[in-house]
């Protein structure tokens, strides 16, 4: 009898990525900014800008972040001590092609080992003066899920280049928070200290192509290039496990015996108890949580928990429809009857 062990999940889509209009105050689509400073904290101002309304709305934004960083820059919490400090520098990030990125870091001091940093970015249609945030681009389930794969594949492949490093390779992109710049064919996140790595690392970037996210091209570290089983008969359920991603943490086996103790099926055992810890099933767990990074339930994860053969990796448990050989959990009651 023959079978297909997993049924591959494919989602293909249209997309069609809203970026700003190549229009803009010249012909390319370049402003002229000028440098200000109020107060000793320095900042950027379009000028010479033919839509007066345009500038306003840009020059606004741009000045209210000196204006905010003057105001705790001279606080009494900082002016307190001689040694504290609340600094601010500002850097053209990119200035063509109709948009306009402008970045501010911000160092602050009030003891300890070392200050902190952060980085704010400011986005525009340089042509209309709107302000552009990261959720006007990364609009879609679709987007944000190629995206995140996309910057969790590079990361993993930075940390795997430089074995003594350490970097957070199962990040997830802050849509509403998260600072970025764009560059001419996509647009690089900006992260702070602790973000993604030490401090000692300092700020970190990752370059996103636009590409990536209109053609959703599968830049994630698979495992299973290929299902290991593809067409076979008298599989035994039983026979197939359910590890973490890392292969480090067993977490049951497809038995459809729901008294073997070791089936995720088992309501009562280990694996398929809503409360253990090592349960895919247990929704605050990290194996189970919409939110943890290993989860079978996290649905833009590109680490979630795997299917193992006879020690061969063959396929996801997982509730990313964009990762290659997953299925979802609730279907693997019945692709476990089906053996």
Do not use: C
């Amino acid at each position: 009898m023959r079978k297909y062990l997993l049924s591959i999940l494919v989602v293909l889509f249209s997309l069609f990525i809203v970026f700003p209009s190549s229009t803009a105050s010249a012909a390319n689509g370049k402003v002229t900014l000028k440098s200000y400073s109020y107060k000793g904290q320095p900042y950027v101002q379009v000028v010479n800008h033919p839509n007066k309304n345009a500038a306003s709305k840009m020059n606004k934004a741009l000045k209210a972040h000196a204006v905010n960083a003057a105001s705790v820059a001279n606080s009494s919490d900082i002016k307190q001590n001689k040694d504290y400090y609340y600094k601010t520098s500002v850097q053209t990030a990119y200035n063509k092609q109709g948009a306009l990125s402008v970045v501010y870091y911000s160092y602050v001091y009030t003891g300890g080992i070392h200050d902190m940093q952060w980085v704010e970015s400011f986005n525009f249609n340089s042509s209309n003066g709107n302000r552009i945030y990261m959720k006007d681009f990364l609009d879609s389930r679709t987007k944000i899920v190629r995206a995140n794969v996309y910057l969790q594949s590079i990361l993993e492949k930075r940390s795997q280049a430089n074995p003594g490093s350490i970097l957070y390779t199962d990040t997830i992109i802050d849509i509403q928070k998260g600072t970025f710049f764009y560059n001419d064919k996509g647009f690089t996140l900006r992260f702070n200290p602790y973000e993604v790595a030490p401090f000692s690392e300092g700020f970190v970037d990752v370059y996103i192509p636009y590409d990536i996210i209109v053609n959703g091209q599968n830049t994630a570290p698979v495992k299973p290039q290929k299902p290991q089983i593809t067409q076979v008969s008298g599989v035994l359920a039983s026979d197939i496990h359910v590890y973490s991603n890392d292969l480090k943490t067993f977490l049951g086996t497809l038995s459809t015996n729901t008294y073997d103790r070791d089936s995720i099926f088992n309501e009562y055992g280990t694996y398929g108890s809503q409360y253990n810890r090592l349960s895919i099933w247990n929704s605050y767990g990290n194996y189970g949580s919409s939110y943890s990074s290993e989860s079978a339930f996290n649905e833009y994860t590109s680490t979630p928990p795997v299917l193992v053969y006879k020690g061969e990796v063959f396929g996801y448990v997982t509730s990313n429809t964009y990762l290659t050989n997953g299925i979802l959990p609730s279907k693997l009651l019945t692709f476990a009857e089906s053996l």
